[in-house]
């Protein structure tokens, strides 16, 4: 995990999170602002639109950050996600924005947002034998009400070994 998406990734965009009908989303003023707050420098920019037999059309932008470049595309879409066939100007600026959003989340900025997640995933916890049994031991005591016999035991355990 290069070190952009590992720090982005790690940022809780909640508070600015939105939602319209049953979809959560980020609107692009507030993935560029967190964006711009961890990494000045990055630029953007709308690529060449995409348009279809069906009067449909696709939007296209890249977004790079330290010098690395992803590509992100989008269909017009309205607010069910639903392509919208002959797209007027304002649907087309509508979507180029949530398009750069989408592109900003490619370096994990709100990407959990595209999972439907509340919260960005915790790191998981792989129990080793030895979690397991100190587990036991001191709910053992903790059943007995013997809480010195508890935090005896949570004394001694190698602390190294327990920790993620």
């Not at 319209?20 to 990055?42: N, Q, R, V």
Request: aromatic share 10%; with cysteine.
């Amino acid at each position: 995990m290069n070190d952009v998406f590992k720090k982005l990734s790690a940022v809780n965009v909640n508070a600015a999170k939105e939602r319209k009908g049953k979809f959560d989303y980020l609107p692009w003023t507030d993935a560029w602002t967190i964006l711009m707050e961890h990494y000045p420098d990055a630029t953007h920019d709308m690529l060449e639109d995409v348009y279809y037999p069906d009067g449909s059309m696709e939007v296209r932008s890249s977004v790079t950050i330290n010098g690395q470049t992803h590509k992100c595309f989008l269909p017009v879409i309205d607010h069910r996600n639903n392509a919208i066939q002959h797209p007027n100007a304002f649907d087309v600026n509508k979507n180029r924005m949530r398009c750069l959003a989408k592109n900003i989340a490619l370096f994990g900025l709100g990407l959990y947002i595209f999972r439907g997640e509340d919260l960005p995933q915790e790191p998981q916890v792989e129990e080793t034998p030895e979690m397991i049994r100190a587990g036991a031991e001191i709910n053992e005591c903790l059943e007995a009400d013997d809480l010195h016999g508890a935090a005896q035991l949570w004394d001694e355990w190698d602390q190294e070994e327990l920790q993620i």
